[in-house]
């Protein structure tokens, strides 16, 4: 009776770990993206079996009438049970991110959500590597600041644009693993552990992720939440990836909380020397 006591309170402690962004509480600590899938109904088999709580829609499509998926997408969803997060992807200058946030919001408020402020920011000139704009990044997000949004940076694993990024009011950081869409994993380690380290608000690993280890991985060294697309919306099963995902975000994110042992140079003896009888 006493394991069963034991067991509710740590199912108890588990569900009430709640992803807090900017006094916002989400049950979930993965986050999805829309674009890639197949079909509609792919991304939504995805999105349900996720059992994420926020999704993020490109603005630049969205906000074009003739793809009509994104659209689709947008009105079949259940908004009561999802947050959406507008981003601004496709965006190479920092005044075109800030005009594609405005629109962002307005898109937020059509589905009933007039509170949402949220953005992830994207300002990436680069479209060979798809790496993000530091400078850019910094200015836009300080404007979007200002202007009452809710800011989630894409950037690179940088810990001092990180800082700065924190310092001048950013909801979360959000560095890159490695290159989006490349299913390379966690390439910039070492510096996603700094960033994590000197971090007072959410990290959230977003681009690079491959498989559901990694993203594992990822929730041990401390990292808040996952954003995940590619590996999910590409693979031969997306519905049945997302779960898997889910499973591993969650089972990550208890190992971390649970205080890891560290690794040894050498073995150590499971039991004591003492008490042996001789």
Same mark, same amino acid.
């Given at each position: 009776?006493? +394991?069963?006591?034991?067991?509710?309170?740590?199912?108890?402690?588990?569900?009430?770990?709640?992803?807090?962004?900017?006094?916002?509480?989400?049950?979930?600590?993965?986050?999805?993206?829309?674009?890639?899938?197949?079909?509609?109904?792919? #991304?939504?088999?995805?999105?349900?079996?996720?059992?994420?709580?926020?999704?993020?829609?490109? $603005?630049?499509?969205?906000?074009?009438?003739?793809?009509?998926?994104? &659209?689709?997408?947008?009105?079949?969803? &259940?908004?009561? &049970?999802?947050?959406?997060? =507008?981003?601004?992807?496709?965006?190479?200058?920092?005044?075109?991110?800030?005009?594609?946030?405005?629109?962002?919001?307005?898109? #937020?408020?059509?589905?009933?959500?007039?509170? &949402?402020?949220?953005?992830?920011?994207?300002? $990436?000139?680069?479209?060979?590597?798809? +790496?993000?704009?530091?400078?850019?990044?910094?200015?836009?997000?300080?404007?979007?600041?200002?202007?009452? +949004?809710?800011?989630?940076?894409? $950037?690179?694993?940088?810990?001092?644009?990180?800082?700065?990024?924190?310092?001048?009011?950013?909801?979360?950081?959000?560095?890159?693993?490695?290159?989006?869409?490349?299913?390379?994993?966690?390439?910039?380690?070492?510096?996603?552990?700094?960033?994590?380290?000197? #971090?007072?608000?959410?990290?959230? $690993?977003?681009?690079?992720?491959?498989?559901?280890?990694?993203?594992?991985?990822?929730?041990?060294?401390?990292?808040?939440?996952?954003?995940?697309?590619?590996?999910?919306?590409?693979?031969?099963?997306?519905?049945?990836?997302?779960?898997?995902?889910?499973?591993?975000?969650?089972?990550?994110?208890?190992?971390?909380?649970?205080?890891?042992?560290?690794?040894?140079?050498?073995?150590?003896?499971?039991? =004591?020397?003492?008490?042996?009888?001789?």
């Amino acid at each position: 009776m006493v +394991f069963i006591q034991d067991k509710n309170k740590i199912i108890s402690n588990v569900k009430n770990d709640y992803l807090i962004i900017n006094n916002h509480y989400f049950n979930s600590r993965l986050l999805l993206g829309t674009g890639k899938y197949k079909n509609v109904e792919e #991304a939504i088999d995805s999105i349900i079996a996720s059992e994420c709580n926020i999704i993020t829609i490109a $603005i630049r499509r969205a906000q074009n009438n003739l793809i009509s998926g994104l &659209n689709i997408l947008l009105k079949r969803l &259940n908004w009561k &049970n999802l947050w959406l997060l =507008p981003n601004t992807a496709g965006c190479k200058t920092s005044d075109e991110a800030i005009r594609i946030a405005k629109l962002g919001r307005e898109i #937020a408020k059509t589905i009933g959500q007039e509170n &949402n402020n949220f953005i992830k920011l994207e300002v $990436i000139p680069d479209s060979k590597y798809l +790496f993000p704009d530091p400078v850019g990044t910094l200015k836009a997000a300080e404007v979007l600041i200002n202007n009452g +949004f809710t800011v989630l940076p894409y $950037i690179n694993a940088d810990p001092v644009l990180a800082k700065h990024l924190e310092e001048i009011g950013c909801a979360t950081i959000m560095p890159l693993a490695s290159p989006i869409g490349s299913a390379k994993g966690l390439q910039n380690l070492s510096n996603i552990k700094i960033i994590i380290e000197n #971090a007072k608000v959410p990290v959230i $690993i977003d681009a690079g992720i491959g498989c559901p280890s990694e993203a594992a991985k990822a929730m041990e060294l401390g990292a808040s939440a996952i954003l995940t697309n590619t590996a999910i919306a590409k693979c031969k099963n997306p519905a049945q990836m997302a779960l898997a995902m889910n499973l591993a975000i969650k089972s990550g994110r208890i190992a971390y909380l649970s205080g890891l042992i560290k690794a040894t140079d050498y073995a150590t003896k499971s039991s =004591p020397d003492e008490g042996i009888i001789e």
